[in-house]
């Protein structure tokens, strides 16, 4: 869902005002320290519920001030989001909402900066965050299903921490697998239908770098995973949490075989980065049949002008609301054409600008 309209009120450093977004393009410029990145931030905020900058939303409220307050136009809806030091009112269409959720699946948000190119070297938790993102806003069984396991998993790791009503075990085993096959069954389609777009739409970007995408299971090849909690319980037991399971899943990447953090140079390993967000972008806004939300802070001190060059022709065809902050006030080369707005960010004063 595109945004139409963002109000902020003691939002980082950002002068409160009231801005009317493009459908489509939109670029932020201004000197480092000025706010662009904290503009970025309330849209992904008023989103998510979180920052991309911060565990602790907190962090957000204006140094000066008790709380911010986000306010947004989407297409259909509402959304209000109050914080202050002591607690998160989230609002859609006037009525406050308990789960997080129902405003996180309402407005998909995808950010790339300078933290996007760990998808590679990062630990598996950010490759299952990136595939399960995805799986979020495409399935409508994800959620529920993330949540049962999430349950059993914590039930079961109590158990085995504790040491006590081992007898248990074989009831919260039962609980686990459930939602872990549904899930699994899911991560394994996605990861293939990954491979499959990237092939069909964004091996341009790639320039020739072969990469294969695969799901790996997080417990043994050789056995299905019923078979992986019976023979690792007696371990699991001894060491108090559960080892194996689809908490353990990751994206095997590699390049002619070997691993791609292994063998790419940094361009390359970030080129690869960037498709696969592209990916996950277009699985997304294909299903949801609205455009997704794509913030993209400072990619020019990350990429080179050709790399710049791919990524915005790709861009270009996808249904994205898009965002993209920059130090220069020039708008890229492939994005002239096109209409857009574009705002001036002068100590956490934002103005539109006009061109006449
Ligand atoms: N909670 C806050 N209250 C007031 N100012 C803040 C807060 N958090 C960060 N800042 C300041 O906001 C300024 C803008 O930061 P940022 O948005 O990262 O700028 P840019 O992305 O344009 O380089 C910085 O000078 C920073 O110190
Ligand atoms: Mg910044």
């Known amino acids: 869902m595109a945004i139409s309209q963002l109000s902020l009120t003691d939002f980082r450093n950002l002068k409160s005002t ?12 201004g000197d480092n320290g000025s706010g662009k990145t904290s503009l970025l931030e309330a849209i992904y905020v008023l989103c998510q519920a979180q920052s991309f900058r911060t565990h602790q939303i907190k962090q957000c409220i204006n140094h000066d001030k008790s709380g911010f307050l986000l306010f947004g136009r989407f ?14 009112e989230i609002r859609i269409d006037g009525e406050t909402i308990k789960r997080r959720s129902e405003l996180v699946k309402k407005s998909p948000i995808q ?5 996007s190119f760990v998808l590679i070297e990062g630990s598996p938790g950010k490759r299952r965050a990136f595939l399960d993102w995805c799986l979020f806003h495409v399935e409508p069984a994800y959620a529920e299903n993330w949540r049962r396991f999430q ?11 504790t040491k006590q009503d081992l007898k248990q075990l074989d009831y919260w085993d039962q609980y686990l697998l459930e939602p872990s096959n549904e899930l699994y069954v899911m991560r394994k389609q996605y990861s293939e239908k990954l491979q499959l777009v990237i092939r069909d739409c964004f091996e341009e970007i790639l320039e020739g770098i072969p990469l294969a995408i695969d799901y790996q299971q997080g417990w043994p090849d050789d056995t299905d995973l019923p078979q992986s909690l019976e023979r690792s319980r007696e371990r699991d037991i001894r060491l108090g949490f559960t080892g194996e399971g689809i908490h353990r899943d990751d994206l095997d ?19 690869v980065c960037l498709v696969l967000l592209l990916a996950v972008l277009k699985l997304v806004s294909d299903a949801s049949h609205s455009p997704v939300i794509l913030l993209i802070d ?21 249904d994205l609301q898009l965002f993209i902050s920059n130090i220069e006030q020039v708008v890229p080369a492939a994005i002239e054409a096109k209409e857009f707005k574009m705002f001036h960010v002068e100590h956490g004063i934002i103005r539109p600008r006009i061109f006449s």
């Open 75 to 88: 297409d259909g809806f509402k959304a209000g989001l109050a914080r202050n030091q002591h607690k998160l």
């Open 298 to 318: 400072d990619l020019h001190s990350e990429l080179d002008q050709h790399a710049q060059q791919l990524i915005y022709r790709q861009l270009l065809q996808m």
């Open 151 to 161: 349950h059993a998993l914590k039930q079961r790791n109590r158990l085995l921490k």
């Open 253 to 271: 990447l590699r390049s002619n075989g070997i691993r791609v953090g292994e063998v790419l140079s940094r361009g390359q390993s970030k080129r």
């Open 18 to 29: 009231t801005l009317d977004f493009d459908r489509g393009f939109n670029l932020i410029s």
């Open 111 to 115: 950010v790339v900066n300078a933290d």
